[in-house]
């Protein structure tokens, strides 16, 4: 396998680990925000709340669970995968 071919298959596999662990957030972030925006609609409708304050009541409570979710998990960050020459450099250098 050529050093380019090599690049192109770390990179893609980073990628694909990359946009899997993103879906695995955002969707967890959803979960977390239905969740909190149910539990929040539902005890207002129990306090005798009409439909439109409600729902603001449970986007509001969305809001905050969203920001706590974001807070404890941070987004996934795609990272370059490093050649394998660059590595090879910065350990010179360093001994140098």
Same mark, same amino acid.
């Given at each position: 396998?050529?050093?380019?071919?090599?690049?192109?298959?770390?990179?893609?596999?980073?990628? #694909?680990?990359?946009?899997? *662990?993103? @879906?695995?957030?955002?969707?967890?972030?959803?979960?977390? &925000?239905?969740?909190? !925006?149910? %539990?929040?609609?539902?005890?207002?409708?129990?306090?005798?709340?009409?439909?439109?304050?409600?729902?603001? #009541?449970?986007?509001?409570? *969305?809001? @905050?669970?969203?920001?706590?979710?974001?807070?404890?998990? &941070?987004?996934?960050? !795609?990272? %370059?995968?490093?050649?394998?020459?660059?590595?090879?450099?910065?350990?010179?250098?360093?001994?140098?």
């Amino acid at each position: 396998m050529t050093g380019a071919a090599r690049r192109d298959q770390d990179h893609q596999r980073a990628f #694909q680990e990359y946009t899997g *662990a993103l @879906e695995r957030w955002q969707q967890d972030r959803e979960n977390v &925000r239905r969740h909190a !925006f149910d %539990e929040g609609w539902k005890s207002a409708v129990r306090r005798n709340y009409n439909n439109g304050p409600a729902t603001d #009541q449970g986007h509001a409570a *969305a809001r @905050e669970a969203v920001a706590a979710f974001e807070k404890a998990n &941070r987004e996934p960050r !795609f990272v %370059e995968p490093e050649s394998r020459m660059a590595g090879w450099f910065r350990k010179v250098k360093v001994g140098a």
